[in-house]
């Protein structure tokens, strides 16, 4: 069974949902659709097996609260069916059947994944069947969230004004060139969305105004809203009221873009439409194009799509741009007397934090309290500022896409927030929701097929081959220079992951399994930031990151292969550029120049072998030795400074000066033990002994002995269930702890290219065994177009900059799929069990 997060919270950042869950790029649904999805509440059910189970689902909340109707997302393509399969699907837990509904979380017309809701206790872990048994009985939910669009028929404009008619709800609009502010055309003067919190509407017109209605009740209201006019809706009804005062403000959540000075809204455009992409008990939402946005001197198109959950305040915004746009500005209305509150910014860069305001701002009552926020990720906004009418926080520009969050609480809602500090507790809350998402163990039954053949040389060849295949065709070509860095959402850069440690692994595989592609794509990716001069674009020397000397492996590959000066000129400057790079006092190399005094363990990694092929293939003699021999230091030192003896497990990282906030006051030690970070001290031994001549017979048992040692220590905390490890080695099940894929493939090419090469004896054979089975029956999903996918990868971790180094801080990291440093070692180790299996 693999584990992968695949939550509705993200499903913008993914299409393959983490395993592959990609950008949302936000079309339309027509109500055809809308009608086509279904619902189930909680009900008695038959047990579902065999024909009928299409997947089963371990969940767990990560969190030490308990969640209320939680939103659980799985993609068609992770599930392994067709869209046409949507209607028949149900969700159990024991015989239970959970709400579901089949929705279209990318706007483009076709449904693409089931979503279900269920409610946790703290740290509460749940088994889930996803079946399509015709016996199960799935009774109709209460609606919960409800969008809608409605405009008049029957009447005539005259003028900017229409005149007489009715209202019909319809499942897109496309305003006429007169259509403006106060036409009386489209009922609440813009599409609606509402849960059974709160509604919102916004102004389908030059104002794009983000509006509020405050809920006194738990039912859908909106289609019972403005049927008069616009006048009712300001006045408190049995339903609620607007409660917002907009004006010429970004109002609730709002976008537009901040030109220095001020914020200028989404007002010059060629032409706006509306559609509803999803009208479902537990999940609704609509899209507005926004053709021709006139903007900082240039002309854009822009998407943006909308989506709520049942039991959420929150709307989920996803916006889309054809062009790059710098300043894109996101914000709230800025009422007098208001408090503005703001979320952690001390924290992970991928972790969600908010923006918001609290006080009597609600036009429903003079003493009403309303509080409003924005939610984003923290390393997402660039500036926060304030102009006349708003609080703005202005975002970067990744690649035109941005993904945040909007909500309100009006104190009069049912069980509302009644005071400040109540909101900030709920907010706090929210964040580490999103940012703590459910861990979740899935297993397609396709994918539990695919993986009855018994393991052998062949099987484990055509896995490792099915992932570097895949890889080729999503995006490994995409990481040129001045191509794309899809995961990080930013230009392509001379990077360790793909640039180095994927592209590598793609020539290890072509020394087993000859394909021109593998060797192309070295040229094609790592070569293109070779300038004929020898020059690396977009390396950057004084940096000193110890990260950037990684892809020198494969430039040292290519000038072997092509003999071309140029590379051997820029494998030199690496070299030379290794020559100054700092060090601490006993000799270890920086992780960086904005880490001082830091040994990290993923920098031997890095550096290290580079270190020792140059020597191997450039320099003889003296010259030569001693670069083995400060390659070999590298590891003594880090034994000698982050090696706990008690566990036999390696810290993180190492400050010298004991200065950096997450470092141990006395020895200047991380305090977790994180996978990855072993992991990638346990590639690096094996690969520099792939380069230390028998010759260098001191420096070999130096590292064959830390070797020995760390396969023993590590050997001790294997997931017995499943032959992984825990991203914090020794917590397991652990509250947000999880088996990470990343880390455990590193730790299996360890143990299997040690086996091969004779490093550890032939009684680790079965340790390495065993935890390639389970990379495979724990990480791999299989597509049903033939690809695969690897899931629970730690998307990064690091320390400093808002990462405190803490237990808590890696339980907040991405959890991704098809990361090249979960790619990169699963290439790596397929390869090594090929070679062992064939002994």
Known sequence: MKH???????????KLIYGGLLLVAITGCSPEKASEQQTSAAAPAPATQGQYQVATAEISNANDFSLQQEPVYFSFYDLGIDSNDAAKLAVLVGDQVQASQSVDTDGDGALDGLLFVSDFAPAERKNFVISTDPAIV????????????SIKEGGEWNGKVYEGGTFKNVDSVNPPP?????????????????????????????????????????????????????????????????????????????????????????????????????????????????????????????????????????????????????NMAIGLVKHPGTSLLQGNQETSGYAWTY??????????????????????????RAQQTEDETSYVSVMKDKGGQLEYYFLAAWEHELDGVKTEAEFKAYLDREV?????????????????????????????????????????????????????????????????????????????????????????????????????????????????????????????????????????????FLRENLKRHPRTSGGAFWHRSTYPNQLWLDGVYMGMPFLAQYAALYETGEQQHESFKEAVHEFVIAREQLR???????????????????????????????????????????????????SETELRKTMIDITQELAADLVRYQDAETGTWWQILDKPGAIANYRESSGSAMFTYFYAKAVNKGYLPESYRDVAIKAYQGLINEFVTVHKDGKISMTDQCLVAGLGFGRDGSYDYYMTERIFSNDAKGNGPFIFAGVEMYKLLKQ
Do not use: C
């Open 4 to 14: 992968v997060s695949l939550l509705l919270n993200s499903i913008a950042s993914r």
């Open 178 to 326: 007169q259509y403006t502010d106060h036409s009386y055309w489209i009922r609440y003067e813009g599409p609606g969305i509402e849960s059974d919190k709160v509604a919102y509407r916004i102004y389908l017109d030059w104002r794009n105004g983000f509006d509020i209605f405050g809920k006194k009740v738990s039912d859908v209201v909106l289609q019972n809203v403005g049927l008069d006019g616009y006048e009712s809706y300001h006045h408190n009804a049995d339903w609620g009221v607007d409660v917002l005062k907009v004006g010429k403000s970004l109002g609730m959540g709002g976008f537009g873009f901040w030109n220095g000075k001020s914020v200028e809204l989404v007002s010059q455009t060629d032409s706006r439409s509306a559609t509803i992409t999803n009208n479902g008990d537990i999940y609704s939402g609509f899209r507005i194009n926004y053709n021709g946005w006139q903007v900082n001197n240039q002309k854009l198109d822009m998407t943006a799509h909308f989506a709520m959950n049942a039991g959420s305040r929150l709307v989920k915004v996803n916006l889309s741009k054809t062009e790059r746009l710098p």
């Open 138 to 149: 799935k009774p109709a939910l209460k609606k919960q969230t409800q969008a809608e669009i």
């Open 644 to 694: 706990n003896p008690d566990t036999g497990l390696y810290y993180h990282a190492w400050d010298e000066s004991k200065k950096a906030p997450w470092a141990n006051k006395e020895t200047g030690q991380a305090s977790q033990y994180w996978l990855r970070g072993l992991g990638w001290y346990a590639m690096a031994l094996v690969d520099v002994l792939d380069y230390l001549p028998e």
């Open 355 to 380: 923006v918001a305001s609290w006080g009597k701002q609600s036009l429903s009552g003079e003493n009403d309290h309303l509080g409003m926020a924005i939610i984003f990720r923290r390393d997402d």
């Open 432 to 572: 580490l929701r999103l940012t703590k998402e459910p861990r979740v163990r899935f297993e397609s039954t396709l994918s539990a097929e695919a993986k009855k053949k018994p393991l052998t040389a062949d099987v484990a060849l055509n896995w490792t081959k099915a992932l570097a295949d895949s890889e080729l065709d999503r995006k490994t070509l995409n990481y040129h220079y001045q191509g794309w860095d899809e995961n990080r959402r930013r230009p392509s850069k001379f990077e360790y992951d793909v640039v180095g440690l994927q592209i590598m692994a793609l020539q290890a595989l072509n020394e087993v399994s000859p394909d021109a592609r593998y060797v192309d794509a070295a040229e094609k990716v790592t070569g293109s930031f070779i300038a004929d001069d020898g020059h690396i674009h977009t390396f950057e020397p004084e940096l000193f990151s110890i990260d950037l000397t990684k892809p020198g492996d494969v430039v040292m590959v290519l000038e072997q292969r092509t003999g071309e000066e140029k590379y051997r000129k820029a494998v030199d």
